[in-house]
Protein backbone atom coordinates (compact mmCIF):
# COMPACT_ATOMS: atom_id res chain seq x y z
CA UNK A 1 0.00 0.00 0.00
CA UNK A 2 1.05 3.81 -0.77
CA UNK A 3 1.50 5.93 2.29
CA UNK A 4 -2.16 6.85 1.78
CA UNK A 5 -3.44 3.74 2.12
CA UNK A 6 -4.41 3.21 -1.54
CA UNK A 7 -3.12 -0.03 -2.88
CA UNK A 8 0.23 0.53 -4.95
CA UNK A 9 -0.42 -0.59 -8.68
CA UNK A 10 2.42 -2.97 -10.40
CA UNK A 11 2.56 -3.36 -13.80
CA UNK A 12 2.19 -6.88 -14.83
CA UNK A 13 5.38 -8.67 -15.17
CA UNK A 14 7.76 -7.47 -18.43
CA UNK A 15 6.90 -9.36 -21.22
CA UNK A 16 3.62 -11.05 -20.11
CA UNK A 17 1.08 -9.71 -22.42
CA UNK A 18 3.69 -10.07 -25.57
CA UNK A 19 4.29 -13.51 -24.93
CA UNK A 20 0.51 -14.25 -25.50
CA UNK A 21 0.20 -11.59 -28.26
CA UNK A 22 -0.37 -11.59 -31.55
CA UNK A 23 2.27 -8.87 -32.38
CA UNK A 24 4.96 -11.81 -31.45
CA UNK A 25 3.96 -13.79 -34.50
CA UNK A 26 3.89 -10.29 -36.70
CA UNK A 27 7.57 -9.30 -35.36
CA UNK A 28 9.02 -13.28 -35.04
CA UNK A 29 12.80 -12.52 -32.92
CA UNK A 30 11.70 -9.00 -30.75
CA UNK A 31 11.92 -8.71 -27.61
CA UNK A 32 9.32 -6.40 -25.42
CA UNK A 33 11.16 -5.24 -22.56
CA UNK A 34 11.10 -2.64 -19.66
CA UNK A 35 13.08 0.59 -20.68
CA UNK A 36 13.13 2.52 -16.99
CA UNK A 37 11.54 2.53 -13.39
CA UNK A 38 7.77 2.29 -13.01
CA UNK A 39 6.03 5.43 -11.45
CA UNK A 40 2.65 5.15 -9.33
CA UNK A 41 0.52 7.66 -7.76
CA UNK A 42 -2.52 6.62 -6.17
CA UNK A 43 -4.05 4.39 -8.91
CA UNK A 44 -2.25 4.92 -11.47
CA UNK A 45 1.23 3.46 -12.82
CA UNK A 46 3.37 4.62 -15.92
CA UNK A 47 5.91 2.64 -17.62
CA UNK A 48 8.09 2.68 -20.39
CA UNK A 49 8.98 0.05 -22.90
CA UNK A 50 11.19 -1.02 -25.78
CA UNK A 51 10.00 -3.64 -28.39
CA UNK A 52 12.69 -4.81 -30.95
CA UNK A 53 15.41 -7.29 -31.80
CA UNK A 54 17.42 -8.85 -28.54
CA UNK A 55 21.16 -6.60 -28.01
CA UNK A 56 20.32 -3.71 -30.55
CA UNK A 57 18.77 -0.52 -31.11
CA UNK A 58 14.84 -0.54 -30.52
CA UNK A 59 12.73 0.62 -33.92
CA UNK A 60 9.85 0.95 -31.09
CA UNK A 61 9.75 2.26 -27.87
CA UNK A 62 6.87 3.67 -25.96
CA UNK A 63 4.89 3.65 -22.61
CA UNK A 64 1.84 2.51 -20.96
CA UNK A 65 -0.22 3.96 -18.45
CA UNK A 66 -2.73 1.68 -15.94
CA UNK A 67 -5.50 2.53 -14.21
CA UNK A 68 -6.22 0.58 -10.95
CA UNK A 69 -9.30 -0.15 -8.99
CA UNK A 70 -9.33 -0.06 -5.38
CA UNK A 71 -8.16 -3.35 -5.39
CA UNK A 72 -5.10 -2.71 -7.08
CA UNK A 73 -6.39 -4.81 -10.22
CA UNK A 74 -5.90 -3.31 -13.41
CA UNK A 75 -8.87 -1.73 -14.90
CA UNK A 76 -7.85 0.42 -17.53
CA UNK A 77 -4.61 0.60 -20.05
CA UNK A 78 -3.76 3.41 -22.57
CA UNK A 79 -1.01 2.98 -24.78
CA UNK A 80 1.40 5.09 -26.54
CA UNK A 81 4.02 4.90 -29.10
CA UNK A 82 6.85 7.33 -28.81
CA UNK A 83 9.33 5.90 -32.08
CA UNK A 84 8.08 3.45 -34.52
CA UNK A 85 9.86 2.98 -37.58
CA UNK A 86 8.97 4.54 -41.18
Known amino acids: MGGSGVPR ?4 P ?3 WWTSCSLQEQFPGF ?3 PAGPVDAH ?3 VRFT ?5 EGAEPPVT ?3 VAVTDGDGRIRT ?3 F ?3 VPG
Open 9 to 12: PTPP
Open 62 to 64: GFD
Open 14 to 16: AGH
Open 31 to 33: VHR
Open 77 to 79: VLG
Open 42 to 44: HDQ
Open 81 to 83: LDR
Open 49 to 53: WHLGP
